[in-house]
């Protein structure tokens, strides 16, 4: 018992030390029109427009209206950025949403974008719209941290009330189809105040809330976010939003104000700057009763076989997975961890038999390759199945797991209701045949630790 009460203390002390900020905005750049060009060229703006992205230090942001020779300009002055998103009329052409991120912090895992319609796979106008939209979305994983999100952006239509109102539900649709239960950040310009009709419409979706509403440090709450290039215009109105899932904290909302020339905005529309905090384990969870499973208390199963074998935690399925106690285990705590295969040609598992009740918010591992000196590294990733095992889905980025003589900590923030089970894959290789390139040594894992949603 006290060994439990180690571990556990242990992993919440670990898990309330990670941290994960981002520093997120929201732009509408203002699309190059031609009747700007005597008093609020692009070519004067779009230097301002990047060093205010540049003082904020923004991790990631979404832009509405720009065209595409004005996202070459930017990512020119910006050589620390890469953006994902295609034209509201397909490819280059049209207005972008698009979604910028710091190449050196993040991966971009897999984006998409889908146009605010009927038919949303499609170049498509939709209901009363006046002009094409599109919603653009990436999802990104913190390179140091291989904490994975979801960031969606858009740009309403102007001018179609119906449009507008459909546009949130299919675009919330759309988060629980391409995201499911991982963190989401929704930006744009919705076109649309708090205190209009079609507004009541996000309140069903409860998973989610303005960034303005929920911030710990609120400045400029009752500025609106569209100044008409006027410095003179004190409206309250705010149509740019961002909406996060309840992963996320927000530590701080404001707007970017800045002038050039003295009296001159960058674009004009304010941008919105939020910063945003994963919340702590101690803040939305507490570890499940009898995690982390050590696997000390189960008998040794020293074959590689599928078998099931029972622990304290309760029934698991090993597939290409023993349980001992050697010394190139490294277990992090106690004697015993559990080892997969090395050079599997297909998947091996380790897998709950049994749903977790009260879904989960955070799952973290310890883990590593096997110690020995032959073997290489090897890749993993966590999955969870909320249909008793029926199906899977990856959460988070795969893990590269590094021969090394002690554990690394793999944390997964997930945002799962109902009953959930997971298990680990460690990736095979897809051959009967051994290349020596390919990162397949043994896996080694230990303090498998699930905590309540």
Request: proline share 3%.
């Amino acid at each position: 018992m006290k060994k439990l009460l180690v571990a556990a203390a242990l992993w919440l002390a670990v898990a309330n030390g990670f941290a994960q900020n981002l520093h997120i905005a929201s732009y509408n750049l203002r699309y190059d029109n031609a009747g700007d060009a005597k008093e609020n060229p692009w070519t004067k703006r779009y230097p301002h427009i990047a060093a205010l992205v540049t003082q904020a230090n923004l991790d990631v942001f979404g832009t509405q209206e720009g065209l595409f020779h004005q996202l070459s300009d930017l990512l020119r002055v910006l050589p620390d950025y890469e953006y994902s998103g295609l034209g509201r009329n397909g490819g280059r052409e049209g207005e972008h949403s698009a979604i910028w991120y710091k190449r050196d912090k993040f991966t971009l895992l897999q984006s998409g974008n889908f146009w605010l319609s009927a038919t949303p796979e499609v170049v498509s106008k939709g209901w009363d719209a006046k002009l094409e939209r599109v919603c653009s979305w990436a999802e990104l994983a913190d390179k140091q941290t291989g904490f994975t999100f979801y960031f969606f952006n858009t740009h309403f239509d102007h001018k179609g009330a119906e449009a507008r109102k459909k546009s949130i539900d299919l675009v919330f649709l759309q988060i629980a189809r391409i995201a499911g239960n991982s963190p989401v950040i929704l930006s744009g310009d919705l076109n649309m105040h708090p205190k209009d009709v079609a507004y009541t419409g996000f309140a069903q979706y409860t998973g989610f809330k303005n960034a303005h509403d929920i911030a710990a440090d609120l400045q400029d709450g009752n500025t609106g976010t569209f100044n008409g290039f006027d410095t003179a215009r004190h409206r309250t109105d705010r149509i740019d939003h961002i909406f996060v899932s309840d992963a996320f904290a927000v530590e701080s909302y404001r707007l970017g104000k800045d002038r050039y020339d003295g009296s001159k905005f960058p674009s004009d529309h304010f941008p919105v700057l939020v910063n945003l905090q994963l919340k702590k384990v101690d803040e939305n969870a507490k570890l499940y009763p009898s995690f982390p499973e050590d696997f000390d208390s189960a008998p040794e199963k020293l074959k590689y076989d599928r078998a099931g074998i029972t622990m304290k935690t309760g029934d698991w399925i090993l597939d290409n997975c023993v349980i001992q106690n050697t010394a190139n285990d490294v277990p992090s705590s106690g004697a015993c961890a559990a080892r997969f295969l090395g050079n599997n040609t297909s998947s091996a598992y380790l897998q709950m038999d049994f749903d977790l009740a009260e879904g989960a918010s955070k799952v973290t591992i310890a883990y590593s390759s096997y110690a020995a000196k032959a073997d290489p590294a090897c890749v993993w990733a966590l999955e969870y199945s909320t249909d008793k095992g029926k199906s899977w889905q990856q959460t988070g980025n795969a893990i590269v797991a590094e021969n090394k003589r002690s554990k690394e900590v793999a944390m997964f923030p997930v945002s799962i209701q109902g009953p959930v089970r997971f298990r680990i894959n460690k990736l095979g290789l897809g051959s009967d045949k051994v290349d020596a390139n390919i990162k397949n040594g043994r896996l080694s894992v230990d303090d498998f630790a699930v905590f309540k949603y």
